[in-house]
C-alpha cells in the first residue's frame, strides 16, 4: 500500500462549482499533514496545513478524519486560477518525523 | 525573509557525463535541506536530507550523491548520469521541525539526460 494515495483526475469542473479532493495515508503515526499546489512545470507551493478541528482559508477547507485516516480539501466557487496539481502531504511518523511523504496529486482542471 | 535559490533551471546533459547542481537557502540558518525527484507523471521522490553541515541522509540507492559543505549550501551530485535520471530537481528548505510547518520549494532543475 501506498504511504499517500490520491486520486489522480483529472476533475473537470466549470468555474464556480464546488470540488473535493480526498487523500489516504498509511501510517496511523502521521501527525502533521498538508496539501499543496503544484502549477505545470513549477515547483509545489505549500496551499495549507490540515489541522484536526477542521479548518479554512478563503474558498479552501481542509479536514482530517484520523480514525479513517483521510484528509480532504474542499474548493468552493473554482475559478479558472485554481487549475493546478494538488498535493496530498503527510509526515512519516514514527522516528523519521520531520520527512514529508507527497501523494502523485489531484489534477484540476477548471472550465470556462 | 527566507528564500531558497536553485540553478541551473534546465539542463540537457549526455549519458554518462558528470552532474553538478547546488541550492542555496538565504534568510536562515541551520535549515533541513531536502533534495527531491519528480519524474515526468511521477510523485515527488526524497532523495537526499540533511539536518548539518556533512550529514547527509539517503533514502534511496541511485546513482546520485549528496554533499552540504555549508549551513547553507546542498549540492547534488553524479560522476556519471544515466537516462533514467532524468527528471526535475527540487531543493527544499524546512526549519527543524519541519513537519510542522511544512517545506519551502525552490524553483527547481529540470534535466533531460540525452
Known sequence: RKEVEQDPGPFNVPEGATVA???????????????YRQDCRKEPKLLMSVYSSGNEDGRFTAQLNRASQYISLLIRDSKLSD??????VVNKGGGATNKLIFGTGTLLAVQP | SQTIHQWPATLVQPVGSP????CTVEGTSNPNLYWYRQAAGRGLQLLF?????????????QNLS????QDRQFILSSKKLLLS??????CAWSRTRGELYGYTFGSGTRLTVV
Open chain 1, 21 to 35: 479532493f480526498n487523500c489516504t495515508y498509511s501510517n496511523s503515526a502521521s501527525q502533521s499533514f498538508f496539501w
Open chain 1, 83 to 88: 487549475s493546478a496539481t494538488y498535493l496530498c
Open chain 2, 19 to 22: 552532474l553538478s547542481l547546488e
Open chain 2, 49 to 61: 536530507y540533511s539536518v548539518g553541515i556533512g550529514q547527509i541522509s539517503s533514502e534511496v540507492p
Open chain 2, 66 to 69: 549528496a554533499s552540504r559543505p
Open chain 2, 85 to 90: 535520471d532524468s527528471g526535475f530537481y527540487l
